[in-house]
């Protein structure tokens, strides 16, 4: 079983900045990928940022120069620095990740949310 945990969410006023943070445990033998997303009421859940093994990142086009997403294998923590924030990434961040699990399970496995609000 996997489980992650997202901290770092909550208010900031629009131009600030915030970090969040997930930490990923259980019986993991590898992760293939992690990465952050979000979902507006009333609207889908979209990507804002991925990382896969070999570093390679991916940023959607409206958080490129502002968010920076980074991991740290040896602690099963992926991060994203969000800078100059707008109210338009208030969101509920979730963090997922694509792991391999014994003896050898490939699954995607999700956090519970975190919620981001910035004030205009």
């Known amino acids: 079983q996997v489980q992650l945990v997202e901290s770092g969410g909550g208010l900031v006023q629009a131009g600030g900045s915030l970090r969040l943070s997930c930490a990923a445990s259980?019986?993991?033998?590898?992760?293939?990928?992690m990465g952050w997303y979000r979902q507006a009421p009333g609207k889908q859940r979209d990507v804002v940022a991925t990382?896969?093994?070999?570093?390679?990142?991916n940023y959607a086009d409206s958080v490129k120069g502002r968010f920076t997403i980074s991991r740290d294998n040896a602690k099963n923590t992926v991060n994203l620095q969000m800078n100059s924030l707008k109210p338009e990434d208030t969101a509920v961040y979730y963090c997922?990740?694509?792991?391999?699990?014994?003896?050898?399970?490939?699954?995607?496995?999700w956090g519970q949310g975190t919620q981001v609000t910035v004030s205009s």
């Open positions: 259980g019986s993991i033998t590898s992760i293939k990928l």
């Open positions: 990382l896969t093994s070999d570093g390679g990142t």
């Open positions: 997922s990740a694509i792991v391999v699990v014994p003896p050898g399970y490939e699954g995607r496995f």
